[in-house]
């Protein structure tokens, strides 16, 4: 009786064990062999296995349909100059930044063509995170290793990445000089194993910065100590891209009228057929960066406004976006949210008056490098795979499967009572894209355009207003801004 009791027992034991098992979610051979035993290799299933094993998955799935209809054509249309390649780095915001300006420049200048050297902007931009991921280290020293902000700078403490207000600032600071006086070199081009030398020695002074937090040291201390650091990383910088120029002299060649007006007239030839040339360059000389932004640019970059289309929260506010500054004493990210019909109109006004924008997408998703288009529903997985694969825009946000990832700029849009399409300008090199820009679907602008910095003279005074609102704080591991 006492055996039966026994068995008995046991036997409930290993069927609550097996319902325990399974209300706690674990994968066991019950559930897999359920699985496996529904899952029948149907017609659709078996021709897409044999496609999907010899063939790229973005092949299959491009929807000809809307290739067939795509165009070129547009109502508005910015002359490019040239087309930038940020090459193996993450400078496209850098890139986008100084595209946005160039343009200006040119026209006010009078210019033939001008392109600013990236580079110069890029060993300052690094020399400058380094000196804010120092003041960090001192103003976190007695924070826990574990802590959520320091473990952010800790994972990159030189990232190649920026913003806008980034830009923004080390020009305001630096001020630019034409490509030609600081041409970019194989570090700039390739950041990677520079960006782990550098970020390797940034976390080595990190542990004897938190060492001399520990043994109490002043922050006068650790600062005599950070200026050592620092010149470490500069020596660093200067042996990747060369030192940086404290005046510079300039040759360039002025558009004069002939050049503005738009003939197909041949140039007059002299008696052994060959062109005439006259040269009319000027030499500038011993011109600081700054005197040479004020001069030929001129922009006040504080007229512009980075307007928001922030899903996931309300509209009519202002937010900040913490420790996204790379000058300790500079800006974070900080933009004015609105809605989409307002971001778009900005974008129009600023369009049709002839001026590019700056702008910040999520470029993962739906667009062509090698056709240089952009246009929702490009790839149909969903049809492939058989699955739902549609999100809104805020939940592809939310739930971190989107988030701006790049920057661009707009220099045109096709407008048949309202926009079809907009022309992109990328910094991916002239060889991709059509010879270096993308032709943007509007429905393809609804779900995947987040921002642009726009002057403040194509907003309404309501939107203006909004930017001098006190920002709301928002962490650096936002959905918004961070997978």
């Known amino acids: 009786m006492r055996k039966n009791f026994i068995i008995y027992g046991l036997v409930i034991l290993c069927l609550t064990g097996a319902r325990v098992s399974a209300e706690t979610g674990t994968l066991d051979q019950k559930l897999i062999e359920k699985i496996r035993s529904d899952f029948k290799m149907d ?10 094993a010899n063939t790229d998955i973005r092949t299959l799935a491009i929807n000809r349909d809307l290739l067939r209809e795509h165009n070129e054509f547009f109502s508005n249309k910015i002359e490019v100059k040239s087309i930038s390649n940020q ?118 002074d990190a ?13 006068e201390q650790m600062r ?35 050049d503005e007006k738009e003939s197909d007239e041949e140039e007059d030839e002299d008696e052994n057929g060959d062109e005439e040339y006259e040269d009319k360059s000027i030499i500038i000389e011993n011109y600081s960066p700054k005197q040479f932004y004020d001069e ?24 900040q976006v913490m420790l996204t500054r790379n000058l300790y004493d500079g800006h974070d990210l900080d933009y004015v949210n609105v809605d989409l019909a307002a971001l778009k109109d900005a974008a129009i006004k600023s369009l049709v008056d002839g001026t590019p924008l700056w702008f910040s997408v999520d470029v993962s998703v739906d667009q062509n490098s090698d056709k240089g288009i952009m246009i929702e529903n490009l790839y149909d997985y969903g049809s492939i795979f058989n699955v739902d694969l549609k999100m809104t825009k805020a939940q592809l946000a939310l739930f971190r499967q989107n988030t701006p990832n790049h920057g661009m700029n707009l220099i045109g849009v096709d407008i048949q009572e309202e926009p079809v399409k907009w022309l992109v300008e990328n910094s991916w090199g002239s060889e991709k894209g059509s010879k270096g820009t993308w032709i943007m679907y509007d429905n393809w ?39």
């Open 207 to 219: 542990v004897k910065l938190r060492e001399m937090a520990k043994q109490e040291k002043s922050v």
């Open 87 to 204: 090459e193996h780095s993450g400078r496209c915001w850098l890139f986008a930044a100084l595209n946005s300006i160039k343009y200006h420049a040119i026209k006010k200048s009078k210019l033939k063509s001008l392109d600013f050297s990236h580079i110069y902007l890029t060993f300052w931009d690094k020399f400058e995170k380094a000196n804010t991921f120092y003041e960090r280290m001192i103003e976190f020293g007695n924070r826990d290793i574990m802590d959520r902000e320091l473990v952010f700078l800790l994972r990159r403490p030189l990232p190649d990445g920026g913003y806008w207000e980034n830009a923004k600032d080390l020009i305001n600071k630096y001020g630019l000089v034409p490509k030609e006086v600081m041409p970019e070199t194989h570090s700039s081009n390739n950041t990677s194993v520079m960006n782990q030398i550098i970020e390797r020695k940034m976390r080595v």
């Open 43 to 52: 017609t659709h299933t078996r021709a897409m296995y044999n496609a999907i």
């Open 445 to 483: 602008f609804d779900m995947n355009i987040y921002g642009i910095i726009v002057q403040k003279k194509y907003l309404p005074e309501d939107v203006i207003k909004i930017s001098e609102q006190t920002p709301v704080k928002l962490p650096v591991w936002d959905p918004m801004w961070q997978r």
């Open 296 to 319: 030929f640019v001129g922009l006040d970059l504080d007229d512009y406004v980075d307007i928001f289309h922030d899903t996931i929260r309300p509209v009519g506010r202002r937010y």
């Open 224 to 258: 005599q100590a950070k200026e050592k650091m620092l010149s470490e990383i500069y020596r660093l910088l200067v042996m990747n891209f060369g030192e940086p120029p404290v005046t510079f002299d300039w040759r360039y060649e002025p558009k004069d009228k002939e």
